[in-house]
């Protein structure tokens, strides 16, 4: 079988995605390399929470049931991401992990740990959290200590009684470090101060900054959002907590990692039993590089979701480069609703 679309990835841009497609009366399949629902949600750490009200953080059509927190919990996340399938009926395949994408007679060949699946259009959706990045810090091979990035970082308690450096100064950074803190003797690395958002605000302030931006930009306008810088880190309960603790002071940046510890800007060198890496990811794009249309810096051109350089591929929930706010479970339903019309319009034309 030729399916009109298939979607790699089983996150919530892929749901998204497969919201419209259904909507759109297109065969699709979504291709999912995890056993169940959740996404990258499956693999982040307890007590990870979204930064916005469960009504403010809804895919296309079904709002999130209220959480009985201020913010939705990892599990609560997951759970409505598992009841969102279920709800529309969307059709997926798990485990199956796509190994590579190759063209053939103006369609896509997907070789996968289940054989081959081939589609007229593609929509590759793997997000981030599968490609974490750690910066090419000199001697950082050497050092004998537990070593691990925030994508496998789980629960305070595994650092119990250890001298724990916690490297980088967004969001993750900010939420691990109020959480080891507590129970172990933990410091803050930063390349350059930390900068709070007000206490009120939260990811409902930041969509609507994040729009206003996007509009502004959009006309040709200059935008100032004042003190609501989009990078900043939001105060969730536990970095409230933290900073009312004195919990949050940041040490500045180290200039190398040697067996024991870090060698600190000023010459000093410190001891630490565990390094946590809160640097960020690249977008998850291997399964394309046959295509050869990923450049350097690990993305690859696009107008919105759309592939410049290559006819029948979109990539949704990377980030603002795919479709403004597309990460979010808010913001990925425009980028999703666009995309599958986009689709509509190219298979239509494909078969005139």
Known sequence: MIYDVIVIGGGQSALACAYFLRRADLSYLILDNQKESGGAWLHAWDSLTLFSPSDQSSLPGWLMPKSESAFPTRHEVIDY?????????????????????TPHENSFILETSDGNYQSKALISATGTWHKPYIPPVPGREKFRGLQLHSAFYKI???????????VGEGNSGAQIMSEVSLVAEAVWATKKEPEFLPDDVDGRVLFDVATAKYYAQKEGKEFKPEKLSLGNIVVVPTVRAARERNALQAAGRF????????????????QFDAIIWCTGFWS?????????????????PTEGTKAKDYLGLWLVGYGNWTG??????IG??????????????YLRERSL
Not at 83 to 100: A, D, F, G, T, W
């Open 324 to 329: 403004f706010a597309s990460a979010t479970l």
């Open 332 to 345: 990925v339903g425009r980028s999703a609703r666009e995309t599958v019309k986009q689709i509509q319009e």
């Open 284 to 300: 998850a794009l291997d399964h394309l590089a046959a295509l050869d249309i990923v450049t350097e810096n690990g993305k690859i």
């Open 255 to 270: 200039e190398s990692v040697n067996e024991t510890g870090v060698i600190w800007q000023d010459g000093r060198h410190e």
């Open 156 to 166: 305070a308690e595994q650092l119990v009684g250890k001298k724990v450096l916690v």
């Open 81 to 101: 991401l598992r009841q969102y399938e279920k709800r529309y009926q969307l059709s997926i395949k798990r485990p199956v992990q796509v190994h590579q994408v």
